[in-house]
């Protein structure tokens, strides 16, 4: 059914799942210092431990192996290699990350790192964060450390996962760390994290790293609610400033007009030669699908009865979107890349019963979402991975632990893993179509 050639896996991020927050000479991230504001995080967890991942890799990657999976995308935590996010590294933190590679080596087991899934130095964030352009010469640093130390060694190396949500959760309405919330201040440090991702590539590429190199969006097709001009205007402009505000920068090297239009760009400062700095090539896209956006200039839109029901995090199960947004980017950006489905998942508020998960919901997810992916491969699109958001239930960001993604359950108290029927029919998919 897929090409013998195509990834499949699963993907997990630091912060959700490494825990080990001080240990080893890790310094803090904007992370730690959000989660223990007060008041930040639904069930006032963090992620101190959360799956204890960085002692436990070992065994966790024993249990990627066993889901018959050949590739797992993973994230390094900036401040674990580099306590401040600039000046010394610190070789304990590049050990870990070492010793998960050496596991997935002898399991062959594909590595995908993400250089930077939310977690920024406290010590950087000290000095401005994604605000202070300086930050984006750190980050082409530290990208060039770590490929220089793992680029041979890994089948892809992301820049970011997800500005959009830095910039607009992170800094538009403070759901994210560091917690500011200020458009203005947002859209900068969007250009930031893309001046930032575009610095990346080249200090990558000036090492000859030989990793595929890219960068993860989450992206959403946008519906308008009614045929009318307006609401379809509006359709329009959520697409603008979500899909194609970081996608024409990287592929056309420039904003798209219609978000320009409608965005307070006052304080928006773009030094000449930034957009080319952006443009570089990339070997990948990754696109993280979850939900459609469902667009009115009524507000708050009246969603319609949604078919497939809705996840735990009430997001819209709505898998045709993933075919329509691929065939729209395939359309738009003739010089786009192979696409590697970097997340997809569901969140189910699932129950140990008899020890059995029966999480058959999930299944119908995912099954769902690669009928949807292999219609688009059907109609051209070159889509190379899939990865399941996520291997093992994880903190989930502002949601805690309350939010359950995983193809494992995880008891956080005694830190078992059980697989979910999702897993184990995961495993039985992939034996039979390995790719
Ligand atoms: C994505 C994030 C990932 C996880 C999933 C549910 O936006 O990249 O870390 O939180 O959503």
């Known amino acids: 059914m897929f090409p013998s050639t195509f990834s499949w896996g699963v993907a997990t991020s630091a912060y959700q799942i490494e825990g080990a927050a001080a240990t080893d000479g890790r310094g803090p991230s904007i992370w730690d210092t959000f989660t223990h504001r007060l008041g930040t995080i639904c069930d006032g967890s963090n992620g101190d431990i959360a799956c204890d991942h960085y002692h436990r890799y070992a065994e966790d990657i024993e249990l990627i192996a066993s889901l018959n999976v050949n590739a797992y995308r993973f994230s390094v935590s900036w401040s674990r290699v580099q306590p401040l996010g600039y000046g010394a590294w610190n070789e304990k933190g590049f050990d870990f990350y070492s010793r ?91 250009h930031h994290l893309l001046l930032s991702h575009g610095l990346a590539i080249q200090a990558m590429r000036a090492i000859n790293c030989p990793a595929k190199l ?27 400033r979500s899909v194609q505000w970081f996608m024409d920068p990287i592929f056309k090297g420039r904003y798209p007009q219609k978000a320009l239009d409608r965005m307070d760009m006052e304080k928006f400062i773009v030094h000449p030669g930034d957009m080319q700095s952006i443009r570089q090539t990339i070997d990948f ?109 994880n903190f989930e960001w502002n949601s805690g632990y309350a939010k359950r993604f995983g193809l494992v359950y995880v008891d956080y108290a005694s830190q078992q893993r059980t697989l979910k029927q999702s897993a184990i029919w995961y495993r039985k998919l992939l034996a039979a179509d390995p790719g």
Request: glycine share 6%; hydrophobic share 40%; aromatic share 12%.
């Open 214 to 240: 890219g960068i993860v969006l989450n992206q959403w097709p946008a519906t308008p609610a009614t045929d009318s001009a307006a609401d379809r205007a509006e359709a329009e402009w959520e697409y603008a």
């Open 100 to 190: 998960l590679l050496d596991k997935l080596e002898e399991k062959n087991i594909a590595a995908h790192l993400t250089l930077y899934h939310w977690d920024l130095p406290q010590g950087l964030q000290d000095r401005g964060g994604w605000l202070n352009r300086e930050t984006t010469e750190r980050f082409a640093d530290y990208a060039a450390e770590v490929a220089r130390r793992f680029g041979h060694r890994v089948a892809s190396i992301a820049t970011h996962n997800e500005p959009w949500c830095t910039a607009n959760l992170g800094y538009g309405n403070a759901q994210f760390a560091p917690g500011v919330a200020d458009t203005a201040l947002s859209i900068q440090v969007s």
């Open 285 to 393: 896209l990754g696109v993280n699908y979850y939900f459609r956006a469902f667009v009115s200039t009524e507000q708050p839109p009246r969603m319609p009865e949604a078919e497939l029901g809705y996840s735990d995090m009430g997001w819209e199960v709505y898998p045709q979107g993933l075919t329509s947004l691929l065939l729209a980017l395939r359309e738009e950006y003739p010089a786009l890349p192979p696409v590697y489905i970097t997340e997809n998942g569901m969140a189910v508020a699932d129950k140990i019963e008899d020890g059995k998960i029966n999480d058959e919901v999930r299944i119908r997810y995912v099954e769902s979402h690669l009928q949807a992916m292999r219609a688009a491969m059907d109609r051209g699109v070159d889509v190379q991975a899939y990865f399941y958001w996520s291997l093992l239930d």
